[in-house]
């Protein structure tokens, strides 16, 4: 059974950093494009990054850009999200998840149904 696994979440103060891991059993994540996605409390889930298979290209939510970068480990089946500058408006569930193209392109977050495996999500929470 395909299960993607989010972990690195938690409490942080407004300014601090926090990694998520997203990992997986049963198949191999290099095969896709990996994206977080995010949902704050009564809030539709946003896309925040997106990592390609093909070509290791990385697209960003506008709300995140030049504070997240997203990366990938491949020899260890894992896909990163290093969050820094967190503020409040940062705060929710992190979900990872499995594109079903190789590559992401500009229109990566349009559409939630072209994600075929999601993580259980982890609650990332930034307050002082």
């Known amino acids: 059974q395909v299960q993607l696994v989010e972990s690195g979440g938690g409490l942080v103060q407004p300014g601090g950093s926090l990694r998520l891991s997203c990992s997986a059993s049963?198949?191999?994540?290099?095969?896709?494009?990996i994206a977080w996605f995010r949902q704050a409390p009564g809030k539709e889930r946003e896309g925040v990054s997106c990592?390609?298979?093909?070509?290791?290209?990385?697209y960003y939510g506008d709300s995140v850009k030049g504070r997240f970068t997203i990366s990938r480990d491949n020899a260890k089946n894992t896909v990163y999200l290093q969050m820094n500058s967190l503020k409040p408006e940062d705060t929710g569930v992190y979900y990872c998840?499995?594109?079903?193209?190789?590559?992401?392109?500009?229109?990566?977050?349009?559409?939630?149904?072209?994600?075929?495996?999601w993580g259980q999500g982890i609650q990332v929470t930034v307050s002082s």
């Open positions: 998840a499995t594109y079903q193209h190789v590559r992401c392109g500009f229109s990566w977050s349009a559409r939630l149904e072209w994600y075929d495996y």
């Open positions: 049963e198949f191999t994540l290099d095969y896709y494009a």
């Open positions: 990592i390609s298979s093909s070509d290791g290209s990385t």
